[in-house]
């Protein structure tokens, strides 16, 4: 009888803390959590760090899809995941920070500089008090070029699999169950056009951590950093 009072002492914690039954153990309680990992975005336009790595993104939280292994991430299956509407406006709309999107239930997007060179997803979820496992994530950024650059690469890194759009098409996709490595797959040679540039992106995890990095490489290989990041 003891063991099962405080069973229920601890699931009523977790929800008065925000979490759901069952998640209890794997959430954090309040947004402080994310304070190592991420800082609000700052109002000046953002430059890639040293390795030309984007740090400043719109993050949503997570979108719920139950996947208790990540050995189904095929490319069919990530595709029909990753394609899917799951609120209006998913694959057109420029999100703003802390707009409330109507999903499943209510999911929050978070205008953030990561402090690190890659984005850790499963400590924003876990920070916010959200489901870290069995999510999709949605990510949000616009780079503003100088000029126009021919024949680059957008380089992608990300645990587990994902898929990149830049203007609105399709350039990079990571299948299977993968662990976050920079660089792991490039694009075909894309032009980036002169000022406003839009990257969305989506990750895909069962269980396990959940994280992502993105730069662009030029002709040569090298990294560009000759840009600025701005949300809108």
């Given at each position: 009888m003891r063991i099962r009072h405080l069973a229920l002492g601890a699931t009523l914690l977790a929800?008065?803390?925000?979490?759901?039954?069952?998640?209890?153990?794997?959430?954090?309680?309040?947004?402080?959590?994310?304070?190592?990992?991420?800082?609000?975005?700052?109002?000046?336009?953002s430059t890639p760090d040293a390795d030309g790595f984007l740090r400043r993104w719109l993050l949503l939280e997570p979108i719920v899809k139950p996947n208790r292994t990540n050995t189904v991430f095929t490319a069919s299956y990530v595709r029909e995941a990753l394609g899917t509407s799951y609120f209006p406006g998913q694959f057109t709309a420029t999100p703003r920070d802390g707009q409330i999107v109507k999903a499943a239930e209510p999911l929050r997007w978070h205008a953030l500089d990561s402090n690190s060179f890659d984005i850790k997803l499963f400590n924003l979820a876990q920070g916010l008090?959200?489901?870290?496992?069995?999510?999709?994530?949605?990510?949000?950024?616009?780079?503003?070029?100088?000029?126009?650059?021919?024949?680059?690469?957008?380089?992608?890194?990300?645990n587990a699999a994902s898929i990149w759009w830049l203007n609105g098409k399709e350039a990079v996709g990571l299948f299977n169950d993968r662990r976050m490595v920079m660089d792991d797959v490039l694009s075909d040679r894309l032009t980036l056009r002169k000022g406003r540039n839009v990257i969305r992106g989506a990750v895909i995890n069962g269980p396990g951590l959940s994280d992502f990095c993105v730069r662009f490489l030029d002709a040569e290989g090298k990294p560009i950093t000759a840009l600025s990041t701005v949300l809108r």
């Open positions: 929800t008065l803390a925000g979490a759901t039954p069952g998640m209890a153990g794997q959430q954090a309680t309040t947004a402080t959590g994310i304070a190592p990992y991420f800082q609000p975005a700052g109002t000046a336009p008090g959200k489901p870290t496992y069995g999510v999709i994530f949605q990510a949000y950024t616009v780079i503003d070029v100088p000029r126009e650059m021919r024949d680059v690469r957008m380089a992608v890194g990300s």
